[in-house]
């Protein structure tokens, strides 16, 4: 990144170093990191702007230290106590909440000369990149993982923490038999499939802005080659979140863009899909599509989540639960007879069920108004970074159902809220 403004670093750091970051162990925390330095700047140039709407974030994060209020209560049909790894993850998600806040203001008060928001694009498509390759790496190496830095450092109740060492242990790809046999589901350089299948589609996005809309020809000439090589863990992460993502980005697409560009749209979707029907791949969607078992796990945590939220509504319980049983039997945990009973976390099966238990109804109600909000102010910014950005909104409310938000996916949803704002203020539109 030779010629970056000094006050760009930051930025630069967590996207295009993020790898290094992932080695490291700290991955999606490297944002806590970054913050304390992107917070200092923030005081020095004071005063400090804020995007509209950004009172809804403000009140998300008060509700959130509310909510620790109720750590040590349970609602009914969960089981467990307070300790250590119920507080760790809360006091983890609370400086993740923090230190995006501050990312946001950070980046909205940097000029565009200090940071360009071509260059912020093009960061996003170093990082999509960098998505791609681990995802090919889940897909050859999918056992592939290491003990990282960090992990080594930590004492053990930290990092023995089931959500902690998810976040500090760096693996290729998550071995699952979502298929009935056991099959890779890429998540490098990611905390979870599920992360990963969130984050190549919004990155995907930025990265076709960046290299292939303002990209000169040695961009544009790599755009169709790497897109192809996208696939192959795109199919491989059994995502089904994700292709309905990908299926309502170019249906959005071809809605909103002019009439050539909806030819160019129309084409390279056909061009792909011939190519796709042709391939192995298509057998691999088929057999997914034909093994859904994993609906009635959902329906089972959702189902919970929704009943246990109901008894706190207002400030939620401030971390997750666990399920009493699951979809299959009353049985907690597994056993020697029954090694298919287990304890679902209530609220891992989406962000927006995660906000229900976490902080009520009410943090799931000011999430949803964040971003719809967003959608609603920059429907009208036809610019390629104004599409793209509010594309990236609606996705957000879209994969709300289906991911957990926390921790890189809102990362990347929120770079894409800025975008968006730098877009408005640049434009006189703010």
């Known amino acids: 990144m030779r010629g970056l403004h000094p006050a760009a670093w930051p930025i630069a750091a967590l996207l295009v170093g993020y790898p290094i970051w992932w080695a490291l162990g700290f991955g999606g925390l490297s944002v806590i990191v970054l913050a304390p330095p992107m917070a200092l700047a923030l005081w020095r140039r004071r005063p400090i702007r804020a995007p509209r709407g950004f009172g809804l974030w403000l009140l998300l994060l008060a509700g ?50 200090e940071l360009p928001q071509l260059t912020l694009v093009r960061m996003l498509g170093v990082l999509f990149v960098t998505t791609v390759a681990g995802g090919l790496l889940g897909v050859l190496v999918p056992r592939a993982d290491f003990t990282s830095p960090v992990e080594r450092i930590l004492p053990h109740w930290i990092s023995g923490n089931s959500f902690v060492h998810n976040l500090i242990h760096p693996t290729a790809a998550q071995v699952q038999k979502v298929l009935g046999h056991s099959s890779p589901r890429p998540e490098a350089p990611f905390e979870w499939a599920n992360a990963w299948g969130s984050n ?43 292709w309905i993502g990908l299926g309502v980005a170019t249906a959005y697409l071809f809605l909103r863009l002019g009439t050539r560009a909806r030819v160019v749209v129309l084409s390279a979707t056909a061009c792909g899909a011939l190519v796709f029907f042709l391939s192995p791949l298509q057998a691999m969607v088929a057999q997914r599509l034909d093994s859904p078992h994993s609906n009635d796990i959902r329906a089972f945590t959702v189902t919970a989540t929704v009943a246990a939220a109901a008894t706190s509504p207002i400030i939620g319980y401030g971390n997750t639960r666990n399920a009493m049983g699951n979809h299959r039997t009353v049985t907690t945990g597994k056993t020697g007879w029954c090694d298919v009973c287990g304890h679902p976390p209530l609220g891992s099966d989406g962000q927006l069920w995660h906000l229900m238990i976490t902080q009520g109804f009410v943090g799931a109600a000011l999430y949803v108004a964040f971003f719809a909000g967003a959608v609603r102010r920059h429907w009208r910014d036809r610019s390629p970074i104004g599409l793209a950005g509010v594309l990236v909104m609606i996705l957000t409310l879209l994969y709300m159902f289906v991911y957990d938000g926390l921790v890189t996916p809102l990362n990347l949803y929120l770079i894409s809220f800025a975008l968006l704002w730098r877009n408005s203020m640049a434009s006189g539109a703010a």
Not at 66 to 94: F, N
Request: no cysteine.
């Open 64 to 113: 959130y230290l509310v909510s620790a209020l109720m750590l040590d209560e349970m609602p009914p049909d969960t089981y467990g106590e307070l300790g250590a790894g119920r507080v760790i993850g809360y006091l983890m998600r609370l400086l993740l909440y923090v230190s995006l806040m501050i990312m946001v203001l950070y980046l909205g008060n940097l000029t565009e000369r």
């Open 200 to 242: 190549v589609s919004v990155l995907l996005i930025w990265f076709v802005v960046g290299w292939w809309v303002y990209g000169g020809p040695r961009r544009r000439l790599a755009v169709a080659p790497l897109i192809a090589l996208a696939a192959v863990p795109i199919v491989y992460s059994l995502n089904r979140g994700l």
